[in-house]
């Protein structure tokens, strides 16, 4: 018995070095560019056909925000920096078909451009994001799913925008 816990220690010892050497590491905390703490985030615009982008994508930044331990400050005035969106496409493409007129899953694509604006200075990111979601026979239930495609592509672009602005200082 001994043996055998001896073993699944040099195990786990070797499943952790494993996760450290592959560069993995925990989302939450990353720093921002000058001990960045409060970030103010107005609405988003929406240059898009997609009513409500604009809330959906301004939720998702706020949330990733302070999911990351980071505030959200209520005006410019009182942030460090500030962080502005502009939704630039939210569509669906076709992904798989039954035959050439009926569709099986669909592709929700989300673009926008996000500016991020410090004291020092301004980056510009774009960044697209999609989702795939199921194409039901009732369309008002692939409506749902579309827009819930489009949810989870806003939250995973939000994502993607904090850590490439961590990434980069």
Not at 51 to 56: D, R, T
Not at 98 to 114: D, F, I, P, S, W
Request: aromatic share 4%; net charge positive; with cysteine.
């Amino acid at each position: 018995m001994k043996r055998r816990g001896r073993w699944l220690f040099v195990g786990l010892i070797g499943v952790a070095l494993a996760a450290a050497s592959c560069g993995y590491r925990f989302v939450g905390g990353e720093p921002l560019p000058g001990g960045i703490q409060r970030i103010f985030v107005p609405m988003a615009q929406n240059r898009t056909a997609e009513s409500g982008m604009e809330s959906v994508v301004t939720n998702g930044l706020r949330r990733e925000i302070i999911r990351r331990g980071l505030a959200v400050s209520a005006d410019r005035a009182g942030a460090d920096a500030a962080l502005t969106a502009a939704v630039i496409r939210a569509s669906g493409d076709t992904i798989t078909r039954q035959t050439t007129v009926r569709a099986l899953e669909r592709e929700a694509v989300l673009t926008a451009v996000v500016v991020f604006s410090t004291a020092d200075g301004t980056r510009s990111l774009r960044i697209t994001t999609s989702e795939t979601y199921v194409v039901e026979p009732d369309p008002a239930a692939t409506d749902r799913q579309r827009r819930l495609a489009l949810e989870q592509a806003a939250e995973r672009l939000a994502q993607k925008v904090l850590s490439d602005l961590s990434a980069d200082f």
